[in-house]
């Protein structure tokens, strides 16, 4: 087999066979296919397209260019959630303890963040103490007495996705559906889940800008994960504003554990009982959607999610007495106070810009080496259809060091609308692919 | 400017303004641009096509990756021919003196040749003391007193679609109109002709397998040159079977000799008068293609091409005696005769494989370094159309190694197909385009 008669193949808009999308995933992770070559293949690859059965091979193909992580000794059906990143989305911290305190095992592996959009593992590293690197052994240990753990994504799992990923990063091929499903699904399915449940974005601080393209993407994870027999639902939800009020790492921590008391905002609170009631089924915890919602109500109410955090974060190492003192998080010494200039309704609050304007203040990576301030970020206090009055607040930004605050300013100002006529409501949840 | 965003806006199927092409051209021969963008460039091109103005700027861009040719102080009209590369093409050796005997002068840069389809530089370098490298100053004098000479390309002529020719021949992204001929054309543009004649071959043997793809290639050339303030015309001529008789590097040089005594085969005569009007024409020594005509077999008759390209031969260091004595070129010791093994009629000579039984006597390189036998070649007995007896002589391969031997009488005897039926007959000038 040629890799040039590969490309040639999909140039000509031809299917690739298994064996050939094989050879063209396992050769290039192992240095034997060049960097032209791939760079043309994925070219190719995304003008032409790949089909279903193209599309889930090349998961497999990505999938099986590493390690596979074996879950089987966990009880209980394993059941893992993702989201395809967005601003403010610490869904991860909340859904983890409350479906946990229903029974069913979660195993997480999770990444850091980059760019506008957090990661899980720098929420949780801003607690004090609490450990993400933790051998296999002792994961599976911690989750079948706890039935929660999260640890950092090894980097034996999916080589092949991340040396695809940096070459559509380079040669702008990132923004296929079929490249985009199979690298999130590869990493998925390695890690070892029985079942899947997609947090699919949709909206301006989303990868996916139209609910057109959200469905596309959502039903092609959704066809892999079925073709490789696992269970798989995605839900596709707004990321058109920030989701919650707090964008930053301690605060979003300090956020999820507000919702974990069953306080803190309506629209995080709303989706994260969605999402858990979802996976409740998923895990055969309950018998329908109504049984498994019911039992995430009530463990919401009873105390036990919160709980199961309080347990989560001591058994990681963390320091569990911050669910009752959230000041023992990270503070940022400086606020600055963000104020409408005018009367009116926000109608407008860019996601992605204002994750770009939390980067800034430190709470998220420019390049992947950037250091972070775990207590930087912002404070939203307005969002979406609420109305304002002229130099009421609409937001506070947290930082310590002060470098590029006005220009964060100027950005946040702009990523703001204010208009006199009060916008229709946001649909949270949009759509159900199962 | 960033090469990312240039492939993005190609990827998306739009156009590239002419600094986007210079920064992509100019960047790439420069090693400012890594393969790897090149390669995801050169695919999105070859996808979403170039337009007119693109392939046009292309060229421009590839041709000022380098010097360009000075031809300014050689008295009138200059005019290249090029082949888009055939089997048997031995037209420049015929036409380069007959053009040169009507008073037009003939300035050529010449390559050696590549797989089935030889080069005019490796043909006279089979001539004893023939010298290819001449420096510019003493090619140019040449031209102004003799009116022909022929040397090597030069390196730093257009150096950019060196690079990206090899890396299109890496990554499947050859066979594409504009790419094609902007490759071309840059070349011819920077050797400083006034007018340009192609010779656009199109079958079994040439790169264009379809009269429709000639013509398409013919017409973006055409463009091209028009659009660089060149006369351009574009004869497109058939390469279903090898041109002349003879294939091979002295082989051809006899043939060429004998054309130009005014014997030799009528497909190459006919073609040879046909392009040799045209340049005359272009060159302005006559008024009209009538006229030119006339002048051409005029000098075909009486001897004048045959005194000029003696002349030619002479001023490059070559043995002029070889005119009159044939037997001086360089003669394979051995020869095998392949004969007819039905009675029928010539249905088909596969070009391109018989070009690569050539090559594989040793009259054609199959890499770059690969060393030529300047007297291996084939001699047709018969051509499209012949009837034939069995066990008639069809052709002769002539060698002196004989490794291959076994394999290229089973391969040329595969690319000859005798029928029945009387095929019909063979347009050899198929269109111009002008």
Chains 1, 2 share one sequence.
Do not use: W
């Not at 009873?302 to 569990?320: H, S, T, W, Y």
């Not at 220009?407 to 208009?419: E, S």
């Amino acid at each position: 087999m040629r890799i040039y008669d590969l490309i040639k193949k999909k140039r000509d808009g031809h299917e690739l066979s298994k064996e050939e999308i094989i050879f063209f995933v396992h050769g290039y992770a192992n240095d034997e296919i060049s960097e032209y070559h791939a760079a043309a293949m994925l070219m190719a690859m995304f003008l032409n397209d790949l089909n279903e059965r193209e599309t889930v091979e090349l998961t497999e193909a990505i999938l099986t260019s590493g390690d596979q992580i074996d879950l089987s000794s966990i009880e209980g059906i394993k059941v893992d959630k993702h989201s395809t990143g967005g601003v403010g989305d610490t869904t991860t911290l909340i859904v983890g303890p409350l479906v946990a305190s229903c029974g069913v095992p979660v195993a997480k592996m999770s990444g850091k963040g980059l760019g506008h959009t957090g990661g899980t593992l720098d929420k949780l590293e801003s607690i004090e103490g609490f450990k993400i690197n933790i051998e296999m052994d002792n994961f599976i240990n911690l989750v079948n007495k706890h039935k929660i753990a999260v640890i950092s994504q090894t980097k034996s799992v999916a080589p092949a996705d991340k040396k695809i990923y940096l070459m559509r990063d380079l040669t702008a091929t990132v923004d296929n559906m079929s490249l985009i499903a199979s690298s999130v699904m590869s990493k998925k399915l390695a890690s070892g889940a029985d079942a899947i449940l997609l947090d699919v974005k949709v909206g301006s601080g989303a990868f996916m800008k139209t609910l057109e393209d959200a469905k596309a993407l959502a039903e092609e994870m959704v066809s892999i994960g079925k073709n490789m027999n696992r269970e798989t639902i995605a839900v596709i939800t707004d990321m058109d504003q920030p989701l919650g009020n707090a964008i930053g790492n301690a605060l979003e921590v300090k956020e999820a554990i507000e919702v974990l008391k069953n306080e803190g905002p309506e629209d995080i609170k709303t989706l994260c009982i969605e999402l858990a009631s979802r996976m409740v089924v998923l895990g055969k915890k309950a018998e329908n959607y109504e049984e498994a919602r019911k039992m995430i109500l009530n463990n919401l109410e009873n105390g036990k999610a919160l709980d199961k955090f309080r347990e989560f974060v001591e058994i990681q190492g963390g320091n569990p007495a911050i669910v009752e003192n959230l000041s023992l998080l990270p503070t940022a010494n400086y606020h600055y106070i963000i104020s409408a200039n005018a009367d009116g309704f926000i109608t407008e609050l860019k996601s992605e810009e204002i994750g770009i304007v939390a980067m800034m203040l430190g709470a998220g990576r420019e390049k992947i080496d950037s250091k972070l301030d775990y207590s930087a970020g912002i404070i939203l206090k307005k969002k979406v259809g609420d109305s304002v009055k002229k130099g009421e607040q609409i937001a506070e930004l947290h930082y310590n060091d002060d470098r590029n605050l006005k220009v964060a300013i100027d950005r946040f100002n702009k990523a703001v609308t204010i208009k006199n006529v009060r916008p229709g409501n946001v649909e949270l949840i949009k759509q159900i692919i199962e």
